[in-house]
């Protein structure tokens, strides 16, 4: 993955994610995506608190997931989240992997769009206040 800038989380598998058959139900993977992409906007210092202060929220307009290999309760994962695209859209990509073996187990991508909260209308570029907070990262690499 070649990001901006990452961030990483671990995780364990909690029981009520899981199914009947005791692997970790599919739309979970999702929210896992979600802390790791918690994490990686607050490393640059525009989480969702930051974002509406702004002005802009930061719907997600698409979302990928490949699943290669089941999770089970009390699994420990790790998730990492890397800033790939961000001109005109944030695309964000994950991998989630096995702590014990550092085997991948799924990867995937969101793309959110900003939006002008008082206009409600969809921004075709990244607003400067996101560019702003980028920048350290992109000066650093």
Not at 11 to 35: A, K
């Amino acid at each position: 993955m070649k990001a901006v800038v990452t961030a990483e989380v671990e995780l364990e598998i909690p029981f009520f994610d899981v199914d009947s058959m005791g692997i970790t139900w599919h739309g979970n993977y999702l929210r896992y995506f979600e802390i790791a992409r918690c994490k990686l906007l607050d490393k640059i210092d525009y989480g969702y608190r930051q974002m509406l202060t702004s002005g802009y929220g930061w719907p997600i307009v698409d979302a990928q997931v490949k699943y290669v290999k089941s999770t089970t309760f009390e699994q420990k994962i790790r998730v990492v989240a890397g800033l790939v695209e961000w001109e005109n859209r944030l695309k964000i990509q994950y991998l989630i992997f096995d702590v014990s073996s550092g085997e991948r187990l799924t990867k995937g991508y969101t793309i959110q769009a900003a939006v002008n909260m008082q206009t409600k209308e969809l921004c075709f570029e990244t607003p400067p206040v996101f560019r702003q907070r980028l920048q350290p990262f992109l000066e650093a690499q």
